[in-house]
């Protein structure tokens, strides 16, 4: 016998009730439609993958059968993890290839932060706006996310501090601050070097650890010679990812964190994958043996240099004045805030009746923030492409700006009125 749907719901666990409905889940079948410019997605343009490359080490991987086929470490194979401990070092990082843990992308590390830190209504500090994916790992642990505003250098450090010493006099401690100090999701901003030094400083002295996710590290338009988090501060948990720079279709990640640490994600992601893909490993391992994955990156960095050019550009001749946008120097993404009586939730639907479609800043909140805002992404649209799609945007904001000032117009003369009546009964 089928039990009912409506019966299912008593058999949920509790945090399955605080994972949200995925805004870019829900984006992707209607931006995915051909006649559609989309703006929403997050994905590396499909030429930058290194396809060729791959094509001429696939047969030696298929000749080591015996362990790209076969089931592998759960750690990860040990020769990924030296060449990681490699491309670390050369970032000054000095971290042993025992301390490397591969995961299922850089996302399924934020699933196991959630997994071994956070109980039920526990906080975790993040940026305001921050990566969607790593908000929804962390409420699927039914976190509490206290999110601490940016400004052109990232993250405040005064805010910051101001919050965790309001959390203390609370007797509260969040668990971690989640970091994206490089490009960030969603905004395209880099943490100023002040910033990561104060903000070191900051966790040090409320004894709160550090999380970095270094996603967009290798993508600056110019080489990034900022240091990471993680080399000014030797206990971070770091995070990165093999998606943005090689293929996010291998699906490969790692993370590295103090021997302790790691030893309790190990065994928590062991009851998730078992162990990661031994076969895109072993296509990895004999890719960054025979190439250089850096000149890869600055590849693919240059390819979206131009195309975030082209987008600024295309804001700065259409749209209106009243609108303020990042200017990344590196990454995927621009970060659009309109005045604040804008929803960007509700312009949506006119966005995708125009066909052109964006993530709502709402999205990269936990609490309804960012409505007035919007994550534009630069990496995977066609220089002409962009300028017709923010031009289509443009048209949208502006019949929007229109209906928003007539509601005000309206509404103000009513006031006045309203106003006038009682200072005439007033007499
Ligand atoms: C900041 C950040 N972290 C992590 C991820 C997850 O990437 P992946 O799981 O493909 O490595 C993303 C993806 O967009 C991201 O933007």
Not at 89 to 105: A, C, Q, Y
Not at 111 to 116: A, C, E, F, V, Y
Not at 375 to 401: H, M
Not at 413 to 419: F, G, M, N, Q
Request: charged fraction near 30%; proline fraction near 6%; include cysteine.
């Amino acid at each position: 016998m089928e039990i009912r749907l409506d019966v299912w719901e008593k058999f949920y666990a509790q945090r399955v009730r605080s994972i949200r409905p995925s805004i870019v889940r829900m984006l992707f079948a209607a931006a995915s439609r051909p006649d559609i410019i989309s703006f929403a997605g997050g994905m590396p343009h499909p030429r930058s993958f290194p396809v060729k490359e791959i094509a001429q080490v696939i047969k030696e991987v298929l000749d080591q059968a015996d362990i790209s086929l076969q089931y592998g470490p759960s750690e990860g194979l040990w020769e990924l993890r030296e060449e990681i401990s490699k491309l670390m070092k050369e970032r000054e990082m000095n971290v042993h290839p025992e301390e490397i843990l591969i995961t299922d992308g850089a996302q399924q590390g934020l699933d196991l932060l959630g997994k071994i830190f956070i109980n039920p209504g526990e906080a975790v500090v993040t940026e305001g706006p921050s990566y969607v994916g790593a908000l929804n790992a962390f409420l699927s642990y039914e976190a509490r996310i206290v999110s601490v505003p940016m400004d052109e250098e990232g993250i405040t450090s005064e805010l910051l501090d101001e919050a965790l010493t309001l959390m203390e006099k609370k007797k509260e401690k969040p668990k971690f601050i989640y970091l994206i100090p490089n490009y960030q999701n969603p905004t395209g901003l880099s943490l100023s070097l002040k910033r990561r030094k104060e903000i070191v400083e900051i966790a040090d002295k409320h004894q709160v650890p550090l999380v970095e996710d270094d996603a967009y590290g290798y993508l600056g338009f110019s080489p990034n010679t900022l240091p990471t988090l993680k080399k000014l501060k030797e206990d971070a948990i770091y995070l990165n990812t093999f998606s943005k720079i090689f293929s996010p279709g291998m699906r490969i990640g790692w993370l590295t964190a103090p021997k302790p640490v790691l030893e309790k994600f190990s065994k928590a992601k062991e009851a998730e994958n078992l162990c990661p893909s031994p076969f895109t490993q072993k296509v990895l391992v004999a890719y960054l043996k025979r190439f250089d994955i850096k000149n890869q990156a600055k590849k693919v960095a240059q390819m979206y240099q131009e195309r975030c050019q082209a987008m600024l550009e295309a804001l700065e001749e259409n749209f209106p004045s009243e609108a303020t946008w990042t200017k990344p120097e590196g990454g995927l993404f621009i970060w659009v805030t309109l005045p604040d009586y804008f929803d960007t939730t509700e312009m949506l639907a006119k966005a995708l009746e125009a066909k052109v479609a964006y993530i709502p800043g709402e999205a990269f909140y936990a609490d309804g923030r960012g409505k007035n805002s919007i994550r534009l992404n630069f990496s995977y649209s066609e220089v002409d492409v962009i300028w017709e799609g923010i031009k289509r945007l443009n048209k949208v904001v502006k019949e929007q700006f229109k209906i928003y000032k007539a509601f005000y117009k309206i509404n103000s003369s009513k006031k006045e009125k309203a106003r006038s009546k009682s200072l005439k009964e007033e007499k």
